[in-house]
């Protein structure tokens, strides 16, 4: 048996005219992330943990910004991708830990289905997402509303 360990982070400026996709959801919200994707800060970073765990280096890799057939694309379609790259390695996930930077909207009514999606998507029991999240306490960009930012940890086992 082989046990890995993946980390991911992302971040995305905000910016008004643009939606806010979090955890595979949409979130009600003034500002949204910018980006080539959908922009699911939250999503990109289990896709970088994922990736980096089973050594199949980042998401820009497989998923260039200079590619337009990625314009727009949802990013569950882009995790779904990264479980295939994993799986075609060997390696089933085992747990996924993660946490989301954002002043507001506030996030805690919305984890619950996000961890519905995520598990869906990883084909692991909704006890195995974890999702957090805090605020940066209106330091810098982050707690200025200005980007959004995320960590994900996640175990993978061969």
Do not use: W
Request: aromatic share 6%; hydrophobic share 40%.
């Amino acid at each position: 048996m082989q046990i890995r360990t993946g980390f991911g982070v992302d971040v995305h400026r905000l910016a008004v005219g643009y939606d806010l996709f979090i955890g595979g959801k949409k979130i009600e919200s003034d500002l949204g992330a910018v980006g080539h994707s959908d922009a699911d800060v939250l999503l990109h970073a289990i896709c970088d943990a994922l990736l980096g765990a089973a050594n199949l280096r980042d998401i820009g890799f497989h998923f260039s910004d200079k590619d337009p057939k990625y314009k727009g694309i949802d990013s569950k379609i882009l995790l779904k991708e990264v479980v295939k790259l994993v799986h075609d390695k060997g390696f089933h996930v085992v747990n996924i830990d993660s946490t989301v930077i954002l002043e507001s909207p506030k996030l805690n009514p919305h984890i619950p289905e996000m961890c519905e999606i995520i598990a869906e998507i990883l084909n692991v029991e909704i006890d195995a997402v974890s999702i957090k999240a805090t605020t940066h306490e209106l330091v810098d960009s982050f707690g200025e509303k200005r980007a959004i930012k995320a960590y994900s940890n996640c175990l993978i086992q061969k």
